[in-house]
């Protein structure tokens, strides 16, 4: 069969002449070698472009290239190799029938990025689409041959072309699969694997040209003239047709390069971006979590913050009114201590939603700054929608709350500053709120207040005070210790004195301890105060014990702050070693609240002192929270009645019932009982008659100092002869109230010139 001038199912013919010495110019064919192995790198980077850019514009573009460059690469090694194929005949090429070759090899090649463009290929579409490049490969071969001209006859060995389709075919299937296998992946590795691909694809497309031409055989008429083979030609011929081919391919492998390059620069791009959102994203959460309170939902104080800083530039542009109130529940810290933080965290969030509940609209803004400490800024017209809204929140509080089975009923103290007449800042309408509040604290709680300047002066005074407080201890001048007398009902006796602080302070004169007790403990000199006072009331006890008081017993008060300090049975060991006092002329008064907080580590402590030999005695009790079964725990010796109990005595027959019963249940516990603040004979009268061990109060003596102790000591002690109801029953017309107290108790004018000095000075 002749098909293009080539013999393919044709026999030789029986005469003529058969070309032996061909052959093939090795440089040229590694040329050609070169050529296919550019043309299938360039496929192998344009299929993975490919498969890598987004838009359709772009995947046809490079799908266009890759086939120019596979189909470039293909035809030139094709054309190089005939160029390298040197017969002893004159050979020229028909220029149509080799482009025509030239479009098969296209046709071919696009058909192959074709098919590499899909996303999904199974077997059979390998094996279909390899056959139909394959074919094309081999018609771009043989037409391409058919356009070779000489004298010769080409025959081609049936079984040699069908092994070179195939190979062709194979060739095509190999590079499908590779060019799919490194359509992903990157790194020097990958690349080098791409190399080795194009190396062996290249081969393989060499490899089918020389089975085609295997399977030619050049037959010449008998007595053809052969000449020698004019390399020169072919030379110049394959060197340009290489360039040109390289040149095209390695540009369109740059512009590969270059586009993978932008490309991955675009994706590390769009990577950051989302790394950016995703940190933004992660802020905003973040920022939400920073400005609210978990517990109550509310916005804590930062979110507070930001919040009024934004209201108060609206409101100082537009001349409007605002307010600060700051709220605290009163005495949460017990619940926390008495019932377990888990109901006092129920607790807030029970109070948080009936503030909310009591705020007018969702312009008011509720706040949790920490613990029991609310914040709410509203704006307003005038002072009154301010104190109206507070007192409904206190309304709202009274109404009883069902808490681990009991039912609390909670209040609250609050404290107001207004903008623009209490401040133009945040800071100082939050600090002035604040004073406000300390003012309601104050105020015995329960109760609101508004800011007015003299707080202001007062936190100023404080603040002083704090600094020369903190003076006069390191100093150790200026703190004084006055003591009043405890007197025993059973001997008609003093029993022991109380020793209470004082500050003669060089501007405002004496000071009673409510004035900096606060203070010291407040700002971490409580410590430091009581170990001063301890001391001191020690070495006075020692000189008095020189003075014939061998038998007197001296209480000190130790604030609540203390029974947390393991320091402290160290410090009353040596304070009492260091004055010589035995321990058991010591007292130490301890409040109730001072016991409420972690009750087995201050039992532990009260322990130690106790098995120092010094007593223990319970302060102003009544007004905590503490119970019969607490106070069995506690190792303690005497209970001191608070003066808010006997304060309305005789009146107040209920408060002498109590006071009737609490002696009853001390005495019951083994606990000796003090009533402070007696002022009054019926009141020493009435206790008497209960069973009440020791009495305390102006009646008998106000605190003095050491200096002025020892009349006031002898002229208690003197008159235990007589006794307040034969002293009534003497005097039945006489004044009963503190006035007569002289007459009675102590006459001589020492008491009363030092009972004027130890006036309480507010
Ligand atoms: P307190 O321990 O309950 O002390 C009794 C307070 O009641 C004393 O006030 C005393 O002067 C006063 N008082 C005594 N009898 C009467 C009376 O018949 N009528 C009235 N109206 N008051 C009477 P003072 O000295 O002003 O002390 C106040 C509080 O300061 C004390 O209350 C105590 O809690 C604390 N305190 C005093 N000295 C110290 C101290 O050294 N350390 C500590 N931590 N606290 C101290
Ligand atoms: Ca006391
Ligand atoms: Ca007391």
């Not at 070698?33 to 496929?43: N, T």
């Not at 089975?211 to 050049?218: C, E, R, S, V």
């Amino acid at each position: 069969m002749e098909w293009l001038g080539l013999n393919i199912l044709a026999e030789l013919p029986p005469t003529g002449q058969i070309l032996l010495n061909c052959r093939h110019n090795p440089f040229l064919v590694l040329l050609a070698y070169l050529v296919a192995c550019a043309g299938s790198f360039a496929m192998l980077n344009m299929a993975e472009r490919v498969s890598h850019v987004e838009k359709p514009s772009a995947q046809r573009q490079w799908r266009l290239l890759g086939a120019f460059c596979l189909a470039g690469g293909i035809w030139a090694m094709h054309f190089i190799s005939m160029l390298a194929f040197e017969t002893p005949l004159k050979t020229y090429y028909d220029l149509p029938i080799t482009g025509a070759s030239l479009l098969i090899m296209l046709v071919a090649a696009l058909f192959t990025m074709n098919t590499l463009g899909q996303t999904e290929l199974r077997a059979m579409q390998y094996l279909q689409a390899s056959t139909c490049i394959g074919l094309g490969i081999a018609g771009m071969h043989y037409t391409g041959m058919s356009a070779m001209h000489s004298n010769a006859v080409q025959y081609y060995q049936t079984s040699l072309v069908l092994f070179s389709i195939v190979v062709a075919i194979v060739v095509s299937f190999a590079a499908l699969l590779l060019a799919r296998h490194f359509r992903n992946g990157g790194g020097m590795f990958h690349q080098l694997l791409k190399y080795i691909a194009s190396l062996v694809m290249g081969a393989g497309i060499v490899s089918m040209h020389f089975t085609g031409m295997w399977a030619l055989t050049l037959v010449v008429p008998i007595g053809s003239t052969l000449e020698l083979p004019m390399t020169d030609n072919s030379l110049h011929l394959s060197l340009t047709i290489a360039l040109i081919t390289l040149l095209i391919i390695a540009s369109s492998i740059s512009a590969a390069l270059a586009d993978k390059k932008l490309q991955s620069k675009e994706h590390d791009l769009l990577r950051v971006n989302a790394l950016l959102s995703q940190l933004d994203q992660a802020r905003v959460s973040l920022q939400q979590v920073a400005h609210y309170d978990a517990l109550t939902n509310l916005i804590n104080r930062r979110g507070f913050n930001q919040i009024f800083a934004e209201k108060l530039a609206e409101q100082t542009h537009s001349k409007g009114m605002l307010a600060v109130m700051f709220l605290d529940i009163d005495h949460f810290k017990r619940i926390n201590d008495s019932l377990g933080h888990d109901a006092g965290d129920e607790l807030l969030q029970v109070i948080a939603g009936q503030i909310k509940n009591a705020t007018r609209s969702h312009d008011d803004v509720v706040a949790r700054f920490g613990g029991d400490e609310f914040c709410i800024l509203i704006s307003l017209n005038n002072r009154d929608e301010a104190r109206q809204l507070a007192q409904r929140i206190m309304q709202k509080m009274k109404e009883p709350i069902a808490l681990v089975g009991r039912r609390m009923v909670m209040t609250t103290s609050i404290g107001i500053s207004v903008f623009p007449d209490d401040g133009t800042t945040c800071d100082e309408l939050l600090k002035n709120a604040d004073l406000a509040l300390y003012q309601s604290k104050g105020n015995g709680r329960n109760s609101l207040n508004f800011f007015s300047s003299n707080l202001k002066t007062r936190a100023t005074l404080e603040l002083q005070l704090e600094e020369e407080l903190r003076t006069a201890l390191a100093e150790e001048n200026g703190l004084e210790l006055y003591y009043q007398p405890i007197f025993d009902l059973r001997n008609g006796e003093v029993a022991k004195l109380e020793a209470l602080v004082r500050w003669q302070h060089p501007q405002h004169g004496l000071l009673s301890p409510d004035r900096f007790i606060g203070i010291a403990e407040a700002n971490g000199l409580i410590a430091e105060l009581d170990t001063w006072v301890l001391r001191r009331a020690c070495q006075d006890l020692a000189r008095l014990s020189h003075n014939g008081c061998e038998q007197l017993k001296i209480t000190v008060n130790c604030s609540a702050l203390n029974l947390c300090r393991e320091e402290l049975p160290g410090e009353i060991d040596h304070a009492l070693r260091s004055a010589g006092v035995a321990p058991h002329r010591l007292e130490l008064e301890v409040t109730e609240n001072a016991l409420m907080g972690n009750i087995d580590v201050t039992v532990a402590l009260l322990k130690k002192i106790r098995a120092l030999g010094v007593s223990l005695s319970i302060d102003d009790f009544g007004t905590g929270y503490s119970s019969l079964a607490y106070l069995k725990r506690l190792p303690l010796d005497t209970l001191k009645i608070d003066r808010s109990f006997i304060q309305d005595v005789p009146n107040s027959p209920q408060d002498m019932e109590i006071v009737q019963a609490i002696i009853v249940m001390a005495h019951t516990l083994r606990l000796q009982v003090v009533t402070e603040g007696v002022e009054t004979v019926q009141q020493y009268a009435l206790l008497e008659q209960q069973g009440c061990d020791f009495v305390q109060g102006y009646l008998l003596s106000r605190p003095v100092p050491l200096r002025d102790l020892r009349p006031i000591l002898d002229q208690l002690n003197q008159r235990k002869s007589v006794s307040t109801v034969d002293f009534i029953q003497l005097y039945p017309g006489r004044d009963t109230d503190g006035s007569m107290l002289q007459d009675l108790f102590v006459d001589n004018p020492g008491y009363r010139a030092s009972a004027s000095v130890a006036q309480p000075v507010r």
